[in-house]
């Protein structure tokens, strides 16, 4: 999944602190939803009512008015009892709210409880999935992304997200194996590119990653993420020379990051 505003910074805070443990790479799973993209056909008598109470609770959500969108999408609820599938989007705006609050247990319980109402939901499960991943429940996690893949066979994200969490497992055979299906079915999609570069790094197999990295580049060249991760394969390979022209590259795109980079090197050269 493209990794953007607040999840890209998240994910580049996680790597810079894995990369003081000694680990490669960054593979967030997909991104914090702000909303769900599903459109859920409307049958509730309230209709009207629904429609507003989820626009209200999508701006105080915007707002970063947490509290207030929760109470309100509680309220779809309570409207949506002769409607499940309104009742699922109220309780997945919820999951969504918590994920942003990185309340993860919350997220997973209002996810769970979304789905339950809407077994159909592709997307839904995908973020049940991310949810258990941050709480570091892989397998239950890549039970919900393969509900969300049956789905929703062209759902990338979830598939991304099957293979970052058998990496974070530690079984990058299998990691490797779906990351390189996704490109095969979606050969644009840069994120797989990347997320199988770092996979082979984290395997001991920079040497091979630095192709897929530099092919993550060539389709988003604005992302800092892909700079990153290519600078710390250069560094598995002992090429700080390489790994410093990455960090003269991320000083146009990312100055922060460019400078999060800085450091990890010159701890490398240490």
Do not use: C, W
């Not at 699922?88 to 209002?110: D, S, T, V, W």
């Not at 592709?122 to 991943?133: D, K, P």
């Amino acid at each position: 999944m493209d990794l953007s505003g607040q999840a890209r910074s998240k994910a580049l805070r996680s790597l810079a602190a894995a990369l003081l443990l000694g680990s490669v790479g960054v593979q967030a799973l997909g991104q914090q939803p702000a909303r769900n993209s599903v459109k859920y056909p409307v049958n509730n008598p309230a209709t009207n009512e629904v429609q507003q109470l989820l626009a209200l609770g999508q701006a105080a959500q915007d707002h970063g008015r947490f509290h207030e969108a929760i109470r309100i999408y509680n309220r779809v609820i309570a409207l949506s009892s002769n409607s499940p599938r309104n009742a699922a989007l109220g309780h997945a705006k919820i999951g969504n709210a918590y994920m942003i609050q990185r309340k993860f247990e919350n997220a997973a319980i209002a996810y769970q409880r979304a789905v339950t109402l809407n077994p159909t939901d592709a997307e839904t499960y995908n973020n049940l999935g991310e949810a258990l991943g941050e709480l570091k429940q892989y397998p239950r996690a890549i039970e919900a992304f393969n509900k969300a893949v049956a789905l929703d066979p062209k759902l990338s994200k979830a598939r991304y997200n099957q293979a970052v969490s058998y990496d974070r497992m530690g079984n990058f055979r299998y990691s490797e194996f779906v990351f390189r299906n996704l490109i095969k079915s979606n050969p644009t999609y840069s994120l797989a590119y990347d997320g199988l570069a770092v996979t082979l790094s984290k395997a001991g197999r920079a040497k091979e990653a630095i192709a897929f990295h530099e092919k993550a580049i060539a389709l988003d060249p604005r992302d800092p993420s892909y700079y990153f991760n290519l600078a710390i394969s250069y560094l598995m390979l002992r090429d700080t020379t390489k790994a410093l022209k990455q960090q003269e590259k991320l000083k146009a795109i990312d100055p922060a990051i460019a400078d999060r980079l800085a450091s990890v090197i010159v701890k490398h050269q240490m």
